[in-house]
């Protein structure tokens, strides 16, 4: 299975907003609705974000929302903060009862 | 609250098998509904999914992992279990265990992660 595509770089000001995209096949992503995205900030484990495209987990900032289009799901940040700056992971259900990760985004807050 | 914790060897020889457990405290690992995972991260690189079991034992891996990989359940210490045969330098990576709560890639408890290297 590949990895999943996304930018390898993001970058924004303060209060603005940024989309991350990820792409990936009609295997994955495109075949169903379990993408989840991911923020990790150094030397820390990865925290969840957005969970099956759209949903936010209890106690992550409403600045961030999920969404799909056929094979490419997006991240986005809206009102965008210092403390965004991290890199981001996306993952997707795949056949075959296996899952894949995107392969990160470097998010910089300019 | 959940909480996972990585626990091993932070060095592996090659061609020995890296073991790891993950203790999860804060509720049961039998509780349902769950699919226990593990999931490394190369040095600087992104995070690859390992494989994770289902309460009632069923196991899915990484094709490019599973000829190598075995993960266990132990209900009675509230644990699960990582062995990765036959390592080599390739394998040297943060692990972490986690929890899957939809079985797609919803992780939403990690443990704080464990670097193994792999080195003679």
């Known amino acids: 299975q590949s990895a999943l595509t996304q930018p390898a770089s993001v970058s924004g000001s303060p209060g603005q907003s940024i989309t991350i995209s990820c792409t990936g096949t009609?295997?994955?992503?495109?075949?169903?609705?379990?993408v989840s995205w991911y923020q990790q900030h150094p030397g820390k484990a990865p925290k969840l974000m957005i969970y099956?495209?759209?949903n936010r987990p209890s106690g992550v900032s409403n600045r961030f929302s999920g969404s799909k289009s056929g094979n490419t799901a997006s991240l986005t940040i809206s009102g965008l903060q210092a403390e965004d700056e991290a890199d981001y992971y996306c993952s997707s259900y795949t056949t075959s009862n296996t899952l894949v990760f995107g392969g990160g985004t470097k998010l910089t807050v300019l | 609250q959940v909480q996972l914790q990585e626990s091993g060897p932070g060095l592996v020889k090659p061609s020995q098998t890296l073991s790891l457990t993950c203790t999860v405290s804060g509720g049961s690992i039998s509780s349902g509904g769950y699919y226990w995972s593990w999931i490394r991260q190369h040095p600087g690189k992104g995070l690859e999914w390992i494989g994770y079991i289902y309460d009632s034992g069923s196991t899915y891996y990484n094709p490019s992992l599973k000829s190598r990989v075995t993960i266990s359940i132990d209900t009675s210490k509230n644990q699960f279990s990582l062995k990765l045969s036959s390592v080599t330098a390739a394998d040297t990576a943060m692990y972490y265990c986690a929890r899957d709560l939809c079985g797609g890639g919803c992780f939403d408890y990690w443990g704080q992660g464990t670097l193994v290297t792999v080195s003679s």
């Open positions: 009609s295997s994955d992503v495109g075949g169903y609705n379990y």
């Open positions: 099956d495209v759209t």
